[in-house]
């Protein structure tokens, strides 16, 4: 069972230009919630995360956008750049202890000049 | 570096072959985490230490899948007669613990390929 949905599956901004990348998740014990950047041939990397007593977290050009009610998360990329290029994954993960974190299939991201 | 390593980067092996993979984590880590990737999608959850104590192990870990962690400093993972549908990218990270607001750090990964 899916239990972190991510769209687009790809992704193609203009350099300059706000890269928006979704997330909804159905499990309502869920309560962090990071976003991983991968570039090819590398491990994740953490880029920025959240917990579900904020909506908003901003963290330089990355933004976290958090809706409890709808079960949904998104990240802004403002002024997109071509080093922004990479994979990104939205996942989540319980508290009490719960180490385990659940990934969305990715987001391919291409930033064009 | 005192990142996440992990050895070999690349594993290329016939089905049937036993194959094991090693991570050392970020020294003062006391969680190690194992997941696998395959192409196109998000890493999925196998396996957790805290210490030398496996605390959870995912359904995908099969019985030919068995990790350890004998000292709580490196970890290995091996896979017993591996069949095609293992090939994966392994990917190993260590933490202080999510719990405790701690974050993961990924290896870049160990590539199975099983002809």
């Known amino acids: 069972q899916q239990q972190v949905k991510q769209s687009p599956q790809s992704l193609i901004v203009q350099k300059g230009g706000i890269s928006i990348i979704n997330c909804a998740y159905e499990?309502?014990?869920?309560?962090?919630f990071p976003w991983y950047q991968q570039f090819p041939g590398k491990g994740p990397a953490l880029l920025i995360a959240?917990?579900?007593?904020?909506s908003e977290k901003k963290e330089g050009r990355f933004t976290i956008s958090f809706n409890k009610s709808a079960k949904q998360f998104s990240l802004h990329i403002m002024d997109s750049q071509p080093g922004d290029s990479a994979t990104y994954f939205c996942?989540?993960?319980?508290?009490?202890?719960?180490?385990?974190?659940?990934f969305g299939t990715g987001t391919r991201l291409t930033i064009i000049p | 570096d005192t990142g996440v390593s992990q050895d070999p980067r690349h594993k290329i092996t016939k089905r049937g072959q036993n194959v094991t993979f090693r991570c050392d984590p970020i020294?003062?880590?006391?969680?190690l985490y194992w997941y696998r990737q395959t192409l196109g999608q998000g890493p999925e959850f196998l396996t957790y230490?805290?210490?030398?104590?496996?605390?959870?192990k995912s359904r995908l870990l099969s019985d030919r899948f068995s990790a350890e962690r004998p000292k709580g400093s490196f970890s290995t993972l091996e896979i017993q007669r591996t069949e095609q549908g293992d090939s994966a990218m392994y990917l190993c990270?260590?933490?202080?613990?999510?719990?405790?607001?701690?974050?993961?750090?990924f290896g870049e990964g160990s590539r199975l390929t099983v002809l």
């Open positions: 996942a989540a993960s319980m508290d009490f202890g719960n180490e385990k974190l659940t």
């Open positions: 959240i917990r579900p007593d904020v």
């Open positions: 020294s003062e880590h006391n969680r």
């Open positions: 990270a260590s933490s202080t613990g999510l719990a405790q607001g701690g974050e993961l750090f």
């Open positions: 230490f805290q210490n030398e104590a496996q605390l959870e």
């Open positions: 499990n309502t014990a869920f309560d962090y």
